[in-house]
Each structure stands twice: as structure tokens, then as C-alpha cells.
């Protein structure tokens, strides 16, 4: 199945979202788009996975011209979309997720042949070599695993079409480690002799390692398109940003040596076998950086200091005082702050506008004499998108609008706002594109010269190294090493990665 958008214009009223467009995916192949955060990547995606209609253009499979009436007609067509924020219901099993809406193909007399179901999603989970169980609960799940039932969710769709699939993959590497996203290439690489994909990642190391062919949107215009050998991290990062990738992209020359007061202390911290005996110094002005494979135990370390798992053993110290961290309502008010990894489902409200999402951590901040102020809200919104240089339309816009790098900042906002001075950032720049990952940089940077303690999972090594003062390594639940990383003499890759394996 050959399909073809030839200039594609969307706009929605005087917005251009995407301006004469054109692609091509052809059989077997993994196409990377790629692109700024605003670029058109997801409106794009919207068309061709029947979720929104061109405004003018044309869409061919196999040269046929198709107009698709909603996600139903592109499914039934071969079309299917796996989507970064995953659309899994977690109450319900992973067999009822994967027949979501197709229940009626095991239905007799009124009754679903749950047996029936389960036996049919196993063979899709065998696809994508999942060996689970297709009547667990999908919220018992990993999120890697949730994404490979994602797959094979997808994959259903052979069941009813005779011609190969196009599946659509929207950032499905942003909260994965690196080991399960080789698993999930693994898996691309070998359905390709039944399906063909577009793989959409602001990872452009990952976009280069998995895609035959590679388009880039800028400025809602596809403004190139090169098969992969002709591609490489510099030249594709300058056409999506018109400029070339800066050697100080950490923005070293703006770190500069922690102050002396502890801000964050550690005694012999220990929660079950999922980490012990942690000792740890972090110090205002500081980002100290926590490696280490899955399973070494850092997400579950920093959860407990944030009350989210509570500690077992050991101690907690804030600003020189002991303190019993019960839960993240005690974490907030010694001034801890919590920048989770999944910021859809932890870190921010979907549904409510960028002013509510500020105030939520600090109600406090926006009460007057007659209850909660609006105008006093949206005032102080208006005051952090400034600061923080949040590119929305106002105060009252929902903060699901927003691109990724302006969520986040919204997110950092809020615990601004709480008058955090202690801040834990879980994969900061996650499902951000280049752009927003230096204005996350310099707003990390801002903080340590204003005092702020950060303790930073990065995304990458690189990340890890290029942003902290030091890298405190973990593997199998313990720390492993303590790593200077002053801004003149940064650790190598290799130097990390000997201690966490």
C-alpha cells in the first residue's frame, strides 16, 4: 500500500496549520518526521490517521483518492495511530483494551466470549513478542509494556484488511529507557515485511537509527526530505531550527560552583530492595545527577523524597533539619518540588487552563478576602508565562494547547509558584523538540544561579553529563560512584556507563 499526500493545506481559520504539504510512504518502509514542536508534525499526522479533513490537497492510496469521515474509515482502510499519551484504559484487561470497540466479533446471544477475546489478543501479542497475559489489567502493566500493547493493538487491524498496513507512531520512545526502546525497534524492524510506519521523535539520534527516509516540517511546510544516509544530527537539527547545533548546547559557560548550604541530605536511605543505604549531599545552586540503567533504583529513590513511595530506612534532611517526608503534601510544604517523567497523567491537569495548572501546588497564592481571586489568578499567570517566556495565547488557555517545552515550563511554574527551592526533574525534556530543550536548559541554569537545588534524570547521558556539577551513578539500588562534572573537565559517556552496568 502506497499512500500519498500531495500539497496539503490545513488551516483553521486564520491559521495555517500545515501549507501545501507532500509525502509519500511506501511498502515496507519506516519514514522519520520530524520537526519543532508547532511545525505541523501533528496535525499532519491527525490527516492522515482520518482524525482531521485538508482543507485542500490531495490523499491517495494507491492512487486512489480517499476521504476518510473520522479514525474508523482510516482504520478500516489499514491506517492506524499510536499515540504518545497511549489511549490504553488502564481498569479494564489488556484483551478488552486491544478489541476496544470491536467487541462485537466475539459477541453470541447478546454475550461476550471473553475466552474467545483473549485467545485472539495473544496472537496479536505474539506479533510484537509480548508473552503476557492478555487477561491482566493494563494498569499492572510497565509503560514499555503498555506501548507494545499499543502495538498490538495496531496490529488487529490485519485481522480485518488484506493489503499492509500503515501504522503511525507518535513519539513512542519519550518515557522509555534505552533498553526497551531496542526491544520496540526490534519489533518495527520486523513487522516491516507486513506494515510500513512514520515514526515521529524528537530523538534524532533514534529518528536516524530506525528510518529509511526522513522528512522534516518547518513553519507548518515539509521543507525537506532525504533518505537516511544523506541525513545526520547537525544537518537535520539546522534545517528544523535554522541554525547550527551549538557546541555549548548545555549551556556550560553559565554553570557555575554550587554555594555552600546543603539544601538536601540523604542518611542511609533505603524503601525495600528497591534502593538502600543512599547517601547524598545536594547543595544550593546545584544539579546533582542521578544515572543508572532500569532497575537501578534512581526513580524510585527520587519518588521517596518527594513522599510519593515513602522511605524505610534512613533519613531525610531539608535546609539542616531532619524531617519525616509522609507524603507530597509535607515534600511541598519544606519546598520540594516534583517535575514527574509522564507529565500528562502526573504532572499537570489536561483539561483546565494554564492559570488553574500554576496555582494548583500554592491555592494560598490566589485566595483574597472572598475565596479564590480569578483575577489575582490569571494576573499571576500572566506573570510566569512572562518570566518563564511560556509562548501561549493567555493565562486561560488549556494547558493541553500547548506544545511539550511549554507544558513543561508550566509544570516548572507551578512549583515556582509553591515556592519550591528544592527540585526534582524526572526527564525534563521528554517529547521536546531541540528548541524547547535549550530554553529548558537556560531555565535550569536561571535557577542554580538563583539558588535553586535540582536533582536531575535526564534523558540521555549526555544530558546528564552536560547539565550537572556532579553524577551520582546507581545500579541494583545503591550508588555505585560519585562523579565531578565541572564545566571545563566533563566525565565521558564511557566513564558513567562502567559503573552503572
Not at 486512489?64 to 473520522?70: H, T
Not at 454475550?111 to 492478555?134: F, G, Q, S, T, W
Not at 509535607?330 to 509522564?342: M, N, Q, R
Amino acid at each position: 500500500m502506497t499512500i500519498r499526500l500531495e500539497n496539503i493545506t490545513k488551516t483553521y481559520g486564520p491559521v495555517t496549520a500545515i501549507a501545501r504539504a507532500s509525502i509519500e510512504i511506501r511498502p515496507g518502509e519506516v519514514i522519520g518526521l520530524v520537526g519543532e514542536n508547532g511545525a505541523g508534525k501533528s496535525t499532519l499526522m491527525r490527516i492522515l490517521s482520518g482524525g482531521a479533513r485538508p482543507t485542500s490537497g490531495d490523499y491517495t492510496i494507491d492512487g486512489k483518492p480517499v476521504q476518510f469521515s473520522g479514525p474508523l474509515d482510516a482504520n478500516a482502510a489499514g491506517i492506524a495511530m499510536v499515540y504518545q499519551e497511549q489511549s490504553l484504559i488502564l481498569t479494564l484487561s489488556v484483551a478488552e483494551n486491544i478489541y476496544l470497540g470491536q467487541e462485537w466479533r466475539f459477541m453470541k446471544y447478546g454475550l461476550v466470549n471473553h475466552a474467545a477475546m483473549r485467545k485472539a489478543a495473544r496472537r496479536n501479542l505474539e506479533k510484537v513478542e509480548l508473552d503476557i497475559n492478555p487477561a491482566m489489567i493494563a494498569g499492572e502493566l510497565s509503560f514499555a509494556q503498555r506501548q507494545m500493547v499499543e502495538l498490538a493493538k495496531a496490529l488487529t487491524l490485519e485481522e480485518r484488511n488484506t493489503e499492509r498496513l500503515v501504522i503511525l507512531l507518535d513519539e513512542p520512545t519519550s518515557v522509555l529507557e534505552q533498553a526497551e526502546i531496542d526491544v520496540l525497534f526490534a519489533r518495527i524492524r520486523a513487522l516491516k515485511s507486513r506494515a510500513s510506519f512514520i515514526f515521529v521523535s524528537h530523538r534524532l539520534d533514534e529518528v536516524l537509527e530506525i528510518s529509511d527516509r526522513i522528512y522534516v516540517m518547518k513553519d507548518a511546510e515539509v521543507v525537506a526530505e532525504m533518505p537516511v544516509g544523506e541525513a545526520h544530527e547537525t544537518k537535520l537539527h539546522e534545517i528544523m531550527v535554522g541554525r547550527a547545533l551549538e557546541h555549548n548546547f548545555y549551556l556550560e559557560d553559565r554553570q557555575f560552583p554550587p554555594r555552600e548550604t546543603i539544601a538536601l541530605e540523604l542518611k542511609k536511605l533505603g524503601r525495600g530492595k528497591e534502593f538502600q543505604d543512599i547517601d547524598l549531599t545536594l547543595h544550593e545552586g546545584e544539579v546533582l545527577g542521578i544515572a543508572g540503567v532500569i532497575g537501578s533504583g534512581r526513580e524510585a529513590l527520587v519518588r521517596s523524597v518527594f513522599g510519593m513511595e515513602r522511605a524505610e530506612t534512613g533519613e531525610i534532611w531539608v535546609q539542616g533539619g531532619k524531617v519525616d517526608v509522609a507524603d507530597p503534601s509535607v515534600a511541598v510544604k519544606l519546598g520540594i518540588g516534583f517535575v514527574p517523567s509522564e507529565r500528562a497523567t502526573e504532572g499537570m491537569v489536561p483539561m483546565l487552563p494554564i492559570s488553574e495548572n500554576i496555582s494548583l501546588a500554592n491555592l494560598d497564592s490566589v485566595v483574597g478576602s472572598l475565596g479564590l481571586n480569578r483575577a489575582k489568578e490569571t494576573g499571576l499567570a500572566r506573570r510566569w508565562i512572562e518570566r518563564l517566556n511560556i509562548r501561549a495565547p493567555g493565562p486561560e488557555a488549556p494547558i493541553r494547547s500547548l506544545s511539550g517545552g511549554n507544558q513543561q515550563k508550566v509544570v516548572i511554574a507551578k512549583w515556582l509558584n509553591a515556592r519550591s527551592r528544592i527540585l526534582i526533574l524526572d526527564h525534563p525534556t521528554r517529547g521536546v523538540d531541540v528548541g524547547a530543550k535549550h530554553e529548558v536548559f537556560s531555565l535550569i541554569r536561571d535557577l542554580c544561579e538563583e539558588g535553586f537545588a535540582i536533582l536531575l534524570l535526564a534523558d540521555t547521558l549526555a544530558e546528564t553529563i552536560g547539565l550537572s556539577h556532579r553524577v551520582m551513578v546507581m545500579r541494583d539500588g545503591r550508588m555505585q560512584a560519585e562523579i565531578a562534572a565541572p564545566a571545563d573537565n566533563k566525565p565521558s559517556q564511557t566513564r558513567i556507563v562502567e559503573h552503572m552496568v
